[in-house]
């Protein structure tokens, strides 16, 4: 089993995993030969490139031009309804998915490999193919990134410079100028750590895959918007709808076009009752780190069981499984599961844990009645579904 193969010591090459924190984790960057031994991937050429294909995939094609001085790169956004890979050229192009874990079965055991990082940090599961010579440029990213070898082989090339100026005239992000400082070659198993701002670049000797592990870094600003947003949703129920704006002590204005410092300071003071908390804060991160990432949504039962017929179901063998899409977080009591927040009792709590870590639980399966029907909510909304 992958997940097996994939145990925290062996992926990091036998460190442990607080030292990996200490010395490396967003400090430098680190290369571990044979992470996964022999590590062959989830799928072949043909399977990836159908996966393009799919409306819910996030994908894009880069093809370089090495040959040219302008117009070197060139950029496609998927998806690719008629994707012919016959019709590709000979080298030097590239082809990226990203949310893998939302799209086939084996994503989440790899991610898994990775508990040693919060699952709140963890984004998504990127895989590239790249023909001989394929490559999306050197440029550097803003979060950490471990960068796994697939089938085939790839050249790494990394540099800490200071210049991080774009080339204007590419239609992607690659660096004016890249001077690499390190080098080495990854066979399938070997992966590279690099944390935020260590410019690479990736030049495929011959097809190959990379499994890239990416961690979610929102900016101040986003988490800014996000919270705001969240908070005037949040707060909207504790504000009576029928309380207007007064202004009974209207004095005449000279000028009428002003907004006037009695009107501002009014409602300076309405905002100024908004409060917020470590438990408000907790609530947001819950809601927004297990916020739907899939491109095409989830997918409901076509002839969903009533309650009683799903409750018959779970008495019986099979496993219940998460969607692939579904992401669930815990914080104290409450449960975050696709951006729903739920209270909940212990009991809950550990199945859930276990549902979210192993994406699937045994059955049979007898829940008490809130549970029963929290979990048939979910099954009609597409979240679970029983095999």
Not at 53 to 74: F, G, M, N, Y
Not at 194 to 202: E, F, I, M, Q, T
Request: aromatic content about 10%.
């Amino acid at each position: 089993m992958l997940a097996r193969r994939c145990a925290v010591t062996a992926v990091l090459g036998g460190m442990s995993p607080a030292a990996f924190l200490r010395d490396y984790w967003q400090k430098r960057p680190l290369l571990i030969r044979q992470a996964v031994p022999g590590f062959s991937g989830l799928f072949d050429r043909d399977e990836f490139l159908a996966l393009a294909r799919r409306e819910d995939a996030t994908s894009r094609l880069v093809i370089q031009h090495p040959r040219r001085k302008k117009l070197r790169w060139e950029r496609h956004d998927g998806p690719f309804d008629d994707l012919d890979a016959s019709e590709l050229p000979d080298s030097h192009w590239t082809m990226l998915i990203h949310g893998i874990e939302s799209l086939v079965p084996g994503g989440w055991e790899l991610l898994r490999s990775f508990s040693f990082i919060p699952r709140a940090r963890i984004d998504d599961l990127m895989v590239s193919y790249a023909s001989d010579g394929g490559t999306v440029g050197p440029h550097d990213d803003l979060y950490d990134v471990f960068l796994l070898q697939g089938p085939g082989r790839r050249r790494w090339q990394i540099s800490t410079q200071k210049d991080r100026t774009l080339d204007p005239d590419a239609a992607i992000k690659v660096l004016k100028s890249f001077v690499p400082e390190e080098e080495w070659l990854l066979e399938p198993g070997d992966m590279l750590y690099l944390p935020p701002g260590v410019a690479h670049c990736g030049v495929a000797e011959g097809p190959c895959f990379t499994y890239s592990i990416g961690f979610l870094a929102p900016s101040h600003r986003e988490l800014l918007q996000g919270f705001l947003g969240f908070l005037g949703e949040a707060l909207a129920g504790e504000v009576d709808p029928d309380v207007l704006y007064g202004d009974p002590d209207l004095r005449l204005q000279e000028d009428p076009l002003q907004v006037g410092d009695g009107m501002v300071e009014k409602v300076a003071a309405i905002l100024g009752h908004i409060r917020w908390d470590g438990e408000r804060v907790g609530e947001f991160l819950g809601r927004y780190l297990t916020g739907n990432k899939s491109h095409g949504g989830f997918i409901v039962p076509a002839r969903p069981l009533s309650e009683s017929a799903f409750a018959t179901r779970l008495s019986r063998p099979g496993r219940l499984e998460l969607a692939l899409p579904s992401r669930g977080l815990l914080r104290g009591g409450r449960l975050f599961f696709n951006g729903e927040v739920h209270d909940a009792k212990p009991a809950l709590l550990q199945l859930f844990s276990q549902l979210v870590s192993e994406r699937a639980v045994p059955l049979p399966l007898r829940l008490d009645a809130p549970t029963l029907s929290l979990f048939h909510d979910w099954y009609t909304a597409g979240y679970l579904r029983v095999a």
